[in-house]
């Protein structure tokens, strides 16, 4: 099993080109943990559960640490019986010899790894595109992030700037829980990461773009009209960006937007976000400060709710 995730021979960066899988940036602290670690001991000491102060249960820890310690746990009981009660195994009225003869045939013949050879030319993210056309939905802004790193790492193959650092500059808070957070959007629900792309496109083209066209639209956005001199320009505005947008949606107290906030977030007027982003990103770049100009948002928003309550 082990020659199945693990790279044999001369590498140029063993600590990455050893594992014959490398997930994206946000998982791969815990997928080497999974796989390096050894033993479950060795897992739960470099994830130890962590309790907040008044909290009934322990924060989850990451989700490939806990798929091993549930699958470590059912073939424990399975073999051995349970922690609390060593005499009761599951099927413990079968043999324990035919019970690893019956592990090994389900390894054996259940389990599918398929392994895919690239020659230097290929394109890695194209592939997993194609096999992934049918299988798990990428979001848009899976999709965007991929496209953008995509060319970052083509830069990178001829002397550019790395793409792992440009990840963490600019893009691992995008990969936070905060972002995948589903949020209102009328009577639609839409991940907060999806919301902010759509409207960040949006104040740059001044123009409606429909969520299920985010990711075509940015692409022929980018390659037609080249609107920054390269990735890691872009990769800047969509962080500062993302500043912005996450101030209006999860306002600090002492924030000087936190009043606007609040007031958009009550009365659900979303629909000034890419009128707020856009003089945000043209107040910026004329060199004033922001919040004069996403304040106007909410004279709009005022004038908004008491036209439709006089309506009313």
């Not at 080109?17 to 470099?46: M, N």
């Not at 019970?99 to 054996?108: D, G, I, S, V, Y």
């Not at 639609?188 to 990461?193: A, D, E, I, K, Q």
């Not at 945000?280 to 004033?288: E, S």
């Amino acid at each position: 099993m082990h020659a199945y995730i693990i790279n044999k021979g001369m590498m140029g960066d063993p600590d990455v080109e050893r594992f014959k899988v490398w997930p994206t940036q946000a998982d791969r602290r815990q997928f080497k943990s999974v796989i390096l670690a050894g033993s479950r001991v060795t897992l739960e000491k470099e994830h130890p559960l962590v309790r907040r102060k008044y909290a009934r249960a322990p924060d989850p820890s990451p989700r490939m640490v806990e798929a091993y310690l549930f699958f470590h746990g059912r073939l424990r009981e399975f073999f051995l019986g349970s922690s609390s009660d060593s005499d009761s195994v599951l099927y413990g009225d079968v043999p324990l010899a035919a019970r690893l003869e019956e592990c090994f045939q389900a390894l054996k013949s259940a389990l599918l790894i398929v392994a895919i050879d690239l020659d230097q030319d290929d394109d890695a993210q194209v592939i997993f595109e194609t096999l992934n056309a049918h299988g798990e939905p990428l979001l848009p802004a899976d999709l965007l992030r991929n496209y953008i790193f995509l060319r970052a790492a083509r830069i990178a193959a001829t002397g550019g700037e790395p793409p792992e650092k440009l990840y963490d500059q600019f893009w691992k808070r995008f990969d936070e829980p905060f972002w995948r957070q589903q949020v209102s959007q009328g009577r639609l629900y839409r991940p907060r990461s999806d919301l902010f792309m759509q409207q960040f496109l949006a104040s740059r083209l001044l123009v409606d773009i429909p969520v299920k066209h985010l990711f075509v639209e940015y692409k022929f956005w980018i390659e037609k009209q080249k609107p920054f001199p390269s990735v890691r320009d872009e990769l800047a505005a969509i962080s500062k960006q993302g500043e912005d947008f996450q101030r209006l949606l999860a306002p600090k107290h002492d924030d000087p937007l936190a009043l606007l906030a609040h007031f958009l977030i009550q009365f659900d007027v979303g629909t000034v976000y890419p009128l707020g982003q856009c003089g945000a990103y043209r107040r910026r770049a004329a060199g004033r400060r922001i919040t004069v100009g996403i304040a106007c948002t909410s004279i709009f928003g005022f004038c908004h709710a008491c036209c439709v309550c006089s309506k009313q």
